[in-house]
């Protein structure tokens, strides 16, 4: 084995194979595979080997599609078969939920390019015969699904690297890995060291073994998973190839294996395997069969497919592989470790390992994944996603693996984890809570226990009524919402303006002011949008998304500040409270000797002052468009500021607001939000953020191509949409159509309640922006009308918040 390499990839499974495939394939040829077994030995020789291009996510749908349209470029250059079939695949609906969401999900194919078509109830059982109809209303064709030999596409992405000069050496275990002080690592294996530039946790079953070798504890678990292939049937002698067959309602998925047919199940009572520490020893192994624990599915299995159990069980298989907590993989850098990068928890090896491999190359090679990868970011998850998180959430995963996601829908593993100290105080007032990065938020206020639940549905739910209450209330008078899921970071020291200044779009703002910003990558494409609040020369308080914490930090890491400026993160430290309404003033003014008029505490002013006894900062902005004041304490303040806010609350109207209601009122005003209108796929002209970018000010990240972008006018525009929807409005990614055209997709949707209208928020291209009619947006299968608004439908003047 070779003593040095650019990349050192540790694991030869379908995602290192493919890896170390792409990393040849953008130029790097030096690089080295170590494989502590065979080539496969690990999830990837036993699965099933199924691929489907429908995510839940449309960027790494677009992967799963990279993926399996790669094959047969692999074929043809290897001449290693693939073992592709082809066959297309069906999903059925045995619902008229289940239908909806099928209609959903074809819909959302459509601007992805993706040709799948909804089919009658007999159409489907004339391509899939096994079924029985009785059980079903319809389903879904997708003629790009079918399955592929695992041992094959492994061995035909390291033969194609091989060709290109990568090197492959098996059986043959890394033991530990040592950061050198230049960021290289030393790589110890059991036949001697390597020294590598890079190094690239591909371990699968073994990535969190890996990864405790430097001190991460990455949030990936393996699950049992069981499918059994039949004897054969007669009913398929002669015939066509079976297409592959989902079957929600069983949560089974079948499809033909030779002349019998494979059967597997995600069950709900899922197993985990090896919940604390993956045994070295494990190779090439499978794990005893517990027929018994998916018996239930099979008895549906064999009621909706009668065909299958009439004949033998020829095999079980029973094989573990990783998940995280959301389903979705874990690719990229890690923060806080030099060249060390992540390509594990890929539960659809087959699907998504090429698009993981295309992604994790670029970002090694250009310094970008070239692609909007948030979904499946290791950024996204933080210090909170421990081992025994982790451990309940992809058992949830798991068991939901076949099961709707609505779209108000709130899951209940691992809750409450995080809670800060109004807690008690808002599950008093009858709030009905969301998750969000393991902290508990109140989405919506019932007028009683007993109402404090919301149905899930994908039409307006029982929420409605007391979200139009909560947006009067703010709208007429005011409203307390608690703000602390937000990410916050504090800068301070000498040269802070000056960093900030390079690594943020706009200028810094005077102390006492409020600025916001995009932040931008070298690309000019948006990766942040920031509230900066100077509170001092040399200290600047930073608002952001919470969920984006780690990925920003990851950021600043790559950009760091100039000694003596300390960037720190604060988000649990500084919790919120927000007042907003047109008494919004007189309530506060009322609690604080610090004069709230519009002439001293103008519109972005930001201020440290006391609350009755607290001291706080002080932030006159808000999101729901109207007066009102964003207030930060440390946390141990938050409980008697809010008993403050709301005992003297009382005189001024004041009502509890959530989630719900500060998302229909941002929308109404076309407020955009990071991982919904702003992702790294746009640039800030398109995103209606050029004017927070400061091209005066200075060189900064991302300068020339958001200069270039300014220019050119970019290619798409955030818009906003008034729309004709019924009793279901949009939630995001829904089609734009344009006179019979998809033109673009949907961001966010809402009733706006202030202004009686349902609203949608979404990108088209930028020539079609100055169009006001002629524009449709596919809800649940329907098209409707809409109605291209060329300013926010609330206060387009911004009077209302400048009062
Ligand atoms: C029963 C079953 C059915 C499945 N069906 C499907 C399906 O239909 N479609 C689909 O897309 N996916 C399916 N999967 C999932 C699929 O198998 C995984 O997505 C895929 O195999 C993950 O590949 P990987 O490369 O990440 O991990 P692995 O295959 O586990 O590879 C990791 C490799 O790293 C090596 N390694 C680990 N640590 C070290 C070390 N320290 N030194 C050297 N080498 C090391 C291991 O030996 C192993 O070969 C199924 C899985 C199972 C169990």
Redesign the pocket.
């Known amino acids: 084995m070779r003593t040095d390499a650019r990349v050192v990839v ?9 890896v170390l495939y792409h990393l040849t394939r953008a130029g790097w040829k030096d690089v080295l595979l ?18 489907h291009t429908v995510n839940g996510d449309p960027n790494v749908a677009k992967l799963q599609q990279y993926t399996i349209n790669l094959y047969k470029e692999l074929e043809r250059t290897t001449g290693q078969s693939c073992g592709m079939h082809l066959t297309g695949g069906i999903m059925l609906a045995g619902t008229r939920e289940r239908l909806d969401w099928l209609k959903m999900t074809k819909a959302r194919g459509r601007y992805l390019g993706m040709e799948l078509e909804l089919v009658s109830v007999d159409e489907a059982a004339r391509l899939f015969p096994l079924m029985n109809k009785r059980h079903f209303v319809g389903g879904l064709f997708d003629p790009i699904e079918g ?1 592929v030999d ?1 041992w094959g596409v ?1 061995q035909a992405y390291a033969k194609a690297a091989q060709a290109a000069g990568a090197e492959v050496t098996r059986h ?4 530990d890995l040592k950061a050198r002080a230049d960021g290289s690592w030393d790589v110890i ?1 059991e036949a001697g060291n390597v020294r590598a530039e890079h190094v690239v946790n ?6 969190r ?2 990864g405790r ?1 430097v001190g991460l504890e990455l949030p990936v678990l393996a699950m ?4 059994l292939i039949t004897e054969d049937l007669a009913a398929l002698k002669g015939q066509k190839e079976q297409i592959h067959c989902i079957d929600f309602e069983g949560e089974i ?1 079948t499809r033909q294996e030779r002349g019998g047919m494979l059967l ?1 199940t995600y069950e709900r009572a899922g197993v985990p395997w090896s919940p604390l520490a ?1 045994p ?1 020893d494990f ?1 090439q192994s499978l794990l005893p069969n517990d027929l018994e624990r998916i018996a239930p599915s099979l008895e549906v299995a064999f009621e909706h497919f009668p065909a299958l159990g009439e004949v033998g069980i020829k095999k079980v ?6 998940f995280a907590p959301d389903g979705n993989p874990l690719v990229g850098p890690i923060r806080g470790l030099r060249n060390f990068w992540v ?11 090429g698009g993981v491999g295309l992604a994790l190359s670029r970002w090694m090679v250009d310094g970008d994944p070239g692609a909007d990868v948030w979904a499946m970011d290791v950024a996204r998850y933080g210090d909170w996603a421990t081992l025994a998180y982790t451990n309940t959430k992809v058992r949830e995963n798991y068991s939901r693996r076949f099961r709707i996601r609505f779209p108000n829908e709130e899951l209940p593993a691992a809750r409450p984890l995080r809670t800060t100290p109004v807690y008690e105080r808002l599950q008093a007032a009858h709030a009905v809570f969301g998750d969000y990065c393991g902290l508990e938020h109140p989405l919506w206020f019932a007028h009683t226990a007993a109402e404090a639940h919301e149905d899930i549905t994908f039409h307006r739910s029982n929420a409605h009524a007391h979200v139009f209450e909560e947006c009067h209330a703010v709208h007429e008078a005011a409203g307390l919402i608690e703000i602390s899921n937000y990410g916050k970071f504090e800068v301070s020291g000498a040269g802070t303006e000056q960093w900030l200044s390079h690594v943020m779009a706009n200028r810094v703002p005077k102390v006492g002011r409020i600025a916001l910003t995009p932040m931008l990558n070298e690309r000019g494409k948006l990766i942040g949008d920031f509230t900066m609040c100077r509170v001092g020369a040399e200290r600047v308080f930073l608002i952001c998304t919470w969920a984006a914490e780690s990925y920003y930090r990851r950021w600043f890491e790559r950009h760091p500040p100039p000694a003596g400026v300390t960037v720190r993160p604060c988000a649990m430290e500084y919790l919120g409270l927000s007042v907003a309404g047109p008494n919004a003033r007189a309530l506060l003014q009322c609690l604080t000797r610090t004069d709230l008029s519009s002439a001293a505490f103008p519109f972005l002013s930001f201020r440290a002052m006391d609350v009755g006894m607290i001291p706080a900062l002080v932030g006159r902005i808000s999101f729901t468009g109207e007066l009102g004041y964003e207030i930060w304490v440390t946390s141990e303040y938050q409980r008697a500021l809010y008993d403050l806010l709301t005992t003297a609350g009382r005189a001024h109207g004041l009502r509890l607001f959530g989630g719900r209601a500060l998302n229909t009122m941002r929308i109404e005003k076309s407020f955009g939000n990071w991982a919904r209108e702003f992702r790294p796929i746009y640039g800030p002209h398109e995103a209606g953020l050029g004017r927070f970018v400061d091209f005066g000010k200075g060189d900064f990240i991302g300068r020339a191509a958001a200069l270039e972008e300014k220019e050119s006018g970019g290619a798409l525009r955030l818009v906003t949409f008034s729309v004709d929807a019924a009793d279901a409005d949009a939630v995001g990614d829904e089609p734009i159509w344009h006179e019979g055209r998809v033109v673009g997709w949907v961001t966010s949707g809402a009733y706006g309640h202030r202004v009686q209208r349902s609203l949608a928020l979404g990108y088209i291209p930028a020539a079609l922006a100055a169009a006001t009619e002629g524009f449709e947006i596919e809800i649940i299968g329907e098209r409707r009308r809409a109605r291209l608004e060329s300013q926010p439908l609330l206060d387009p003047s911004g009077s209302r918040m400048r009062a």
Do not use: K
């Open positions: 540790i694991g030869g499974g379908v995602v290192g194979a493919s170590i494989e502590r077994g065979e080539l496969t030995c690990g999830s990837t020789w036993h699965a099933a080997g199924g691929m399955h695992p492994t043959t275990r890394v033991v294996t591909a371990a699968g079953l073994w990535a073994d890996v070798m049992e998973h069981q499918y998925y597997g993956t070295w190779a298989v029973n094989g573990p592989f990783t390509a594990c928890g890929v539960m659809a090896g087959f699907s998504q390992g």
